[in-house]
T-cell receptor
Framework: DQQVKQNSPSLSVQEGRISILNCDYT??????FLWYKKYPAEGPTFLIS?????DKNEDGRFTVFLNKSAKHLSLHIVPSQPGDSAVYFC??????????????FGKGTLLTVNP | DAGVTQSPTHLIKTRGQQVTLRCSPK?????VSWYQQALGQGPQFIFQ???????QRGNFPDRFSGHQFPNYSSELNVNALLLGDSALYLC???????????????FGEGSRLTVL
């Protein structure tokens, strides 16, 4: 049973345009939602996170939106740059109860930004 | 400042063998988690160690075991290897107490295990 789903295996956008990556989840116990970026032959690196009590978090070119009623979150990258080309993982975590940092990941979306 | 380091980077084993993977956490971190990433999948939580004890465990059989040493480094052991254990094994570290929780894990580059 996949609790975190990324239904788009890949996404291709032009440099300078917006990239929108989507993620759905099923577990109502998740309190934190995160996005990680992974380049080949490297470990995942943290990008941005959002608490379940918020609906938006912004960090430079990256914005994450959370719609709790729809159990949906999205990552917006504006403007997209060729260096953003990587696999993006959506992840979720309960908070407290000894479950901190126990992340559940989606399968990832390969973003390609074309010059 | 060294990040999370893992060894070996690649290894090949045959079915039934045992393997040990090693991880040194980022400086200042005392909590280590292990994840398995199979081909085409996202990382899957195996277990987490701090204060030299297993604190959380994912849905993995007892063939998967671990250890944390007093210097916070950690080992992942897998016994009786199966073909399905072929994957990238990722180690991640976090500080036990770090102010505002962000969920951020610091990952190493991983150990790629191939079971033949």
């Amino acid at each position: 049973d996949q609790q975190v789903k990324q239904n788009s295996p890949s996404l291709s956008v032009q440099e300078g345009r917006i990239s929108i990556l989507n993620c759905d989840y099923t577990n109502s116990m998740f309190d934190y939602f995160l996005w990680y970026k992974k380049y080949p032959a490297e470990g995942p690196t943290f990008l941005i996170s959002i608490s379940s009590i918020k609906d938006k978090n912004e960090d430079g070119r990256f914005t994450v939106f959370l719609n709790k009623s729809a159990k949906h979150l999205s990552l917006h990258i504006v403007p997209s740059q060729p260096g953003d080309s990587a696999v993006y993982f959506c992840a979720a975590s309960p908070l407290g109860g000894g479950s901190n940092y126990k992340l559940t990941f989606g399968k990832g979306t390969l973003l390609t930004v074309n010059p | 400042d060294a990040g999370v380091t893992q060894s070996p980077t690649h290894l090949i084993k045959t079915r039934g063998q045992q393997v040990t993977l090693r991880c040194s956490p980022k400086s200042g971190h005392d909590t280590v988690s292990w994840y398995q990433q199979a081909l085409g999948q996202g990382p899957q939580f195996i277990f987490q160690y701090y204060e030299e004890e297993e604190r959380q465990r994912g849905n993995f059989p007892d063939r998967f075991s671990g250890h944390q040493f007093p210097n916070y480094s950690s080992e992942l052991n897998v016994n009786a290897l199966l073909l399905g254990d072929s994957a990238l094994y990722l180690c991640a570290s976090t500080p036990r107490t770090s102010g505002v929780y962000t969920g951020e894990l610091f990952f190493g580059e991983g150990s790629r295990l191939t079971v033949l």
